[in-house]
């Protein structure tokens, strides 16, 4: 039986105490609350020992993954290690104690970082000016979109209400143009998971605002006709857009303003090394060629200046990182991504053949285990048999273009070691599916909870314990 077995409320016994207080040493006092102020019900608490209350709380934070404890190759975002000294940083007293609301005058340190900042995301990037509004890559997209719009409607050119979004996007993509109040227009990929060119240039018209792209897009391929797509929709009066959540790869390889890229986001939750995953802390930052600065500078899309924290660890990393180490970042990650897939193409099916970027995307197992009596094992099933064997999972059923899509993305700061005993589970598992998939189809078999129904978890999550007979 494990600790995770019972819940601190079926440990309980009546009576148990962890505590005990001293006798009342106030003669007269009697320290009684007055009524008015009193439950009606005694709160509804377990009554359990010292030890087991530390062992609750220690076990609860055991229970969680994260890049500290383990390796968290989950394709698309970045979930690289986020040195310590960014953590440092952003709790000296100087940074932490900041209030957003206090006087301009005595943020003259503060405005310093923001200007750094911009400048080196200009040279990272291409781009000529830089909003740190935006507290996330969907945020960011949607300032980005907000300021596509805004050009255009300044010009007069109040038809552009198309946006061309590749059948390969991330989903926020069309979604942040939804809710900008653009049609979203898809333009087909080739067989080799490029953006089809001849599919594009019918789609080109003077009802387009612009394309949202990311490149390498989400199979983790470099969109080798970037130049000519720039060219051909820039002719049509439309703006690029650049989804940056995933530069790792491009670090002071390439940029986006290079390629002709107007208007772009990044994630510093991602490739700039601040923790995120659970919703957030995130930052994504909207940079724009020369002739939309005005427009960017007049944009008012959220509140205060961004998430100082976030744009503080980002800045702390690439100082840390430098400019010639910068560029090591996105060439090991691809080297990495590279490896893995690599060595496990005789095991698992590798839809595009070709050198990917920092992450590539496998269609499930080359031998299922499936016969005519029984099906094969899926790749949920690969996924949740990794989390047995102490890995996070890849990113699953995404993107859309493939049925068993498992989306691999180890980033660069893992050693040969770990990405090699990744690869052995990896074997193993695809070793156990040919011979029995039913070990895969009944994972995890070593995670404190199997199989929820993620429909219900997601929407109808039963968050505190619930027992009729305890309340009462
Ligand atoms: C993560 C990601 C986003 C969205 O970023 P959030 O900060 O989660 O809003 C957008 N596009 C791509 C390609 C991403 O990987």
Redesign the pocket.
């Given at each position: 039986m494990k600790y995770y077995d019972k819940l601190i409320f079926e440990l309980s016994r009546k009576g148990r105490c962890g505590y005990s207080l001293p006798e009342q040493q106030f003669p007269g006092v009697t320290g009684a609350l007055p009524a008015e102020l009193l439950r009606e019900k005694p709160a509804l608490l377990p009554e359990v020992s010292e030890v087991d209350v530390v062992r609750h709380y220690t076990n609860l934070s055991q229970m969680n993954f994260g890049v500290d404890t383990g390796f968290y190759p989950l394709g698309?975002?970045t979930m690289k290690y986020n040195p310590k000294i960014n953590e440092e940083i952003a709790a000296m007293p100087a940074f932490g104690g900041l209030h957003p609301l206090q006087p301009e005058c005595t943020l003259e340190g503060v405005k310093e970082i923001y200007d750094a900042m911009e400048k080196s995301l200009a040279a990272i990037t291409g781009m000529k000016h830089f909003t740190f509004k935006p507290c996330?890559?969907?945020?960011?997209?949607l300032t980005g979109l907000m300021i596509m719009r805004e050009y255009h409607m300044r010009r007069g050119d109040t038809a552009r209400v198309k946006v061309i979004v590749p059948d390969s996007a991330?989903g926020?993509?069309p979604a942040s143009a939804a809710v900008c109040g653009l049609q979203i227009v898809v333009v087909k990929s080739k067989e080799d998971g490029l953006v089809d060119v001849e599919d594009l240039k019918p789609l080109l018209g003077p009802d387009v605002a612009g394309i949202m792209m990311?490149n390498p897009n989400?199979l983790g391929l470099f969109e080798r006709d970037i130049k000519q797509i720039a060219a051909l929709v820039h002719e049509a009066g439309g703006l690029l857009y650049y989804?940056g959540?995933?530069m790792n790869p491009l670090l002071g390889v390439a940029r986006p303003g290079d390629m002709g890229f107007d208007i772009m986001h990044l994630?510093l939750?991602?490739t700039f090394s601040t923790p995120?995953g659970g919703g957030g802390p995130?930052s994504?930052p909207v940079g724009v060629c020369d002739k939309l600065g005005d427009i960017v500078k007049s944009l008012q899309t959220s509140a205060f200046n961004g998430n100082f924290g976030v744009i503080l660890r980002a800045y702390a990393y690439i100082l840390m990182l430098g400019r010639q180490n910068i560029k090591m970042a996105g060439k090991l990650a691809t080297l990495n991504a590279n490896y893995i897939k690599e060595s496990l193409k005789d095991s698992y099916k590798l839809p595009i053949e070709s050198v990917c970027k920092h992450e590539f995307v496998f269609d499930g197992l080359i031998n299922d285990g499936g016969t005519e009596e029984k099906h094969g094992a899926t790749t949920l099933d690969v996924a949740k048999r990794l989390l047995d064997y102490g890995y996070h999972a890849p990113t699953i059923y995404f993107p859309l273009l493939f049925h068993q899509a498992m989306m691999i993305e180890p980033t660069e700061t893992e050693s040969k070691e770990t990405l090699d005993a990744f690869i052995d589970v990896m074997h193993k598992i695809a070793a156990e599916a040919a011979e029995d998939p039913a070990i895969l189809q009944e994972a995890p078999h070593n995670a404190p909870i199997t199989r929820p129904d993620e429909t219900a978890a997601a929407r109808k999550p039963i968050l505190k314990y619930q027992d009729e007979a305890l309340q009462s």
């Open positions: 698309s975002c996330a890559g969907a945020h960011g997209e991330h926020t993509n990311t989400t989804d959540a995933n994630n939750h991602k995120h995130g994504g």
